[in-house]
């Protein structure tokens, strides 16, 4: 990467302001008039000050990075400095500091490899089989287990629910160990935790989500065969765990609240193609895996419920489902204009949908 990165000429760096700026209108011009910062410690006064300049035509939702060090030293006063913020920052139904983050793991992909997993990662023998790896093992946790399950209890039962960031399958059921121990601890079900990405998941521990009312949070734009799923998933994971790779219908039938987001900035903002993904599960031919067909096809979903899942589901894992999420009387006036009906198109045509208005509350806030 510095080899191409050395070579961009040096440029004079744009303000926090206008990066805000230049975000919001991104996020308008493809549709969104609302986002949850899944990682806003650094962007809080940004976002405020965008506020009050009457410039923050989204309303954001923040999750806050919880410090390890200080979640095990200090608890109380974790929970002390997020009342602070909130405190601090809140401005009713635009700008509010909703939860904590944590990041429990890596990602299963070769060659990272660091996501944490129930059984070792596979290797290739010097007979060309593929068996379980002395070399990687199972990956391995971020966060001490045990502190992770102090700190959620903590959190959850002081009113403050926590998105956690879990691609393995050792992740994803620590993660639901957790909000289970918070629940028995007297936490309440209603809090909106969420677990985001979500790649191979046991089958058992789908049925959970449901159970505990646990948001799964999943980016639809990787459910496809591609570079990141064939090259680097397929033969490391084997057979079993990439039947269960990337669940939707699966969470669906559990009754799991479930919400679409993008990870953009990490990945490009595609919204109408992941909502094409939900779908199909099938790559576009220019990613060169299209001959493949769908990924595990079993877990493909309505274009209905694609959409309900970006609008309504995702409002509900920030707690405003009762503002926005649909067109409904009572609700604010957030709603997008399509250039074509999207349901009397081709599935395979609805990621090139364009956006040709966006209205934020009752405002347009962008037209093409």
Partial sequence: MRLVTDQIPAVDPE????????????????????????????????????????????????????????????????????????????????????????????????????????????????????????NLGNGAPFWEPKLLKDTVVKMNTAGWPVHIHALGDASVRWSLDCFEAAQEAGASKDLRNGICHLEPIKRSDIWRFGQLNVVACVQPQWHQWDTSSFDAAKDYLGEERMNNIYPIRSFEIAGAPISFGSDWPVDPLMPWYGIERAVTRTAEPWYGYDDMGPLNPWESITLKNAIRHYTLGSAY????????????????????????????????????????????????????
Avoid at 118 to 128: Q, S
């Fill in 15 to 134: 303000s926090p302001e206008e990066t805000a700026q230049r975000t919001v209108h991104a996020l308008n011009e493809v549709g969104i008039t609302g986002v949850m910062d899944a990682i806003s410690n650094w962007n809080l006064d940004t976002w405020a000050e965008e506020l009050k300049q009457g410039r923050l035509n989204i309303r954001v939702a923040c999750a806050v990075m919880l410090d390890q060090e200080q979640a095990a030293s200090d608890p109380d006063g974790m929970i002390e400095d997020l009342n602070d913020l909130r405190d601090e920052y809140d401005v009713p139904n635009r700008l509010v500091v909703s939860q904590g983050k944590v990041i429990l793991d890596g990602v299963p992909d070769f060659p990272a490899q660091n996501g944490w997993m129930l059984e070792p990662y596979l290797e290739e023998d010097e007979d060309g089989n593929w068996v379980p790896g002395t």
């Fill in 317 to 368: 894992q920030i707690a405003m489902d009762t503002k926005v999420g649909s067109i409904t009387k009572g609700k604010f006036a957030d709603m997008i204009v399509l250039k074509k009906n999207i349901f009397k198109i081709p599935i395979t045509e609805v990621d090139q949908t364009e956006v040709v208005m966006t209205v934020f509350n009752g405002k347009v806030v962008y037209k093409k």
